[in-house]
């Protein structure tokens, strides 16, 4: 089968590549593009390791094939932060103990960054339900919760 030829925009830069029709998003970003903070954990939508921001929409890679970023815009957990530093999600988690093994990291913090865009002051339930779809098998999530908390306050009320 021959690749097809993609133009996107992955984390504000343009980009071209060529990937098979039936290569995930996921697969393209990882093996193609060597862009490998997004991590794969089940490869079938349910664990969130590998969320990233198809035109703002929260997504997980894995489900999405890599020609559907045709002319869309992708950020991927490398896109969060600023040149210099650490966004104020990925400063807080740190802060809160956040993350252990770090598989899960980058999915929960885009997943978090798409939630703040889109409620900036939600409440532990609102945080919770939009979390659900992404799994961490160390943490036991109360630290998590805290970090997406404090980034919420943080954001809203700027120092």
Request: proline share 5%; charged share 20%.
């Amino acid at each position: 089968m021959a690749k097809v030829h993609v133009q996107t925009q992955i984390n504000g830069e343009p980009v071209d590549f060529l990937c098979e029709p039936q290569q995930s998003l996921l697969e393209v970003l990882r093996e193609e593009l060597s862009r490998t903070g997004t991590k794969e954990g089940c490869g079938t939508g349910d664990c969130g390791a590998c969320s990233v921001l198809l035109d703002g929409r929260l997504v997980c890679a894995c489900l999405v094939l890599g020609v559907e970023a045709t002319g869309k815009n992708v950020t991927t957990i490398e896109g969060i932060a600023p040149e210099e530093g650490l966004h104020p999600i990925q400063q807080q988690f740190l802060e809160h103990a956040a993350l252990q093994c770090g598989i899960c990291t980058p999915g929960l913090i885009v997943a978090t960054k798409a939630l703040l865009d889109k409620n900036p002051n939600p409440t532990e339930k609102e945080i919770r339900y939009w979390l659900a779809g992404n799994l961490c098998r160390c943490t036991g999530y109360d630290k998590i919760i805290r970090a997406v908390q404090a980034s919420a306050a943080e954001l809203s009320h700027p120092a």
